[in-house]
T-cell receptor
Framework: SQKIEQNSEALNIQEGKTATLTCNYT??????LQWYRQDPGRGPVFLLL???NEKEKRKERLKVTFDTTLKQSLFHITASQPADSATYLC?????????WGAGTKLIIKP | EPEVTQTPSHQVTQMGQEVILRCVPI?????FYWYRQILGQKVEFLVS????????KSEIFDDQFSVERPDGSNFTLKIRSTKLEDSAMYFC?????????????FGSGTQLSVL
């Protein structure tokens, strides 16, 4: 079955730097891959969706890449701010459902 | 901005009791979902619902669980006889259309504690 791996250790980044988070999957390449942000005690909030035929997607300070050869998606936040501190989840389609990674906690230090 | 609302925010119940978790999806959305997240663990899909019937469900969604859209706005998840392992945050979500290529809008969740 499809497995998703995200770095379970918290990522500490200095304010103003670029944060890069990784999402790896193990089996077939999904048609879609999504990234969400989750704050403590809150529901996930949609950020970006990338399709299997897209290499890169951008939205303001956010950028997502999708490498089906490496079975990996990278999520970048440029010019990071303390308000970007949260857990970031990747999710991909599997049998008409979304399956989720465990998320990476990002801490942006002022 | 329209949002998915869930009530209650916290629910404490005794093992074996029935609970109903309520959700009001975004008004023009057609697909509704329930997910759960056990503390410190991954978000897990439970069920999707479209046109007044279940479209997909996971192995977690056994006979103890049911969903209903009792009127034009509410979407409920019922757990008939709660177990300790049902303790989790339950999230309702909705989307304009279905399919894994659609972004989901989540509510703030109901924290269910089974004692």
């Amino acid at each position: 079955s499809q497995k998703i791996e995200q770095n379970s250790e918290a990522l500490n980044i200095q304010e103003g730097k670029t944060a890069t988070l990784t999402c790896n999957y193990t089996n077939y390449s999904p048609a879609y891959l999504q990234w969400y942000r989750q704050d403590p005690g809150r529901g996930p909030v949609f950020l970006l969706l990338i399709r299997e035929n897209e290499k890169e997607k951008r939205k303001e300070r956010l950028k997502v890449t999708f490498d089906t050869t490496l079975k990996q998606s990278l999520f970048h936040i440029t010019a990071s701010q303390p308000a970007d501190s949260a857990t970031y989840l990747c999710a991909l389609d599997s049998n008409y459902q979304l399956i989720w990674g465990a998320g990476t906690k990002l801490i942006i230090k002022p | 901005e329209p949002e998915v609302t869930q009530t209650p925010s916290h629910q404490v119940t005794q093992m074996g009791q029935e609970v109903i978790l309520r959700c009001v999806p975004i008004s023009n959305h057609l697909y509704f979902y329930w997910y759960r997240q056990i503390l410190g663990q991954k978000v897990e899909f439970l069920v999707s619902f479209y046109n007044n019937e279940i479209s997909e469900k996971s192995e977690i969604f056994d006979d103890q669980f049911s969903v209903e859209r009792p009127d034009g706005s509410n979407f409920t998840l019922k757990i008939r006889s709660t177990k300790l392992e049902d303790s989790a945050m339950y999230f309702c979500a909705s989307s304009v259309v279905g399919g894994a290529g659609e972004k989901l809008f989540f509510g703030s969740g109901t924290q269910l504690s089974v004692l």
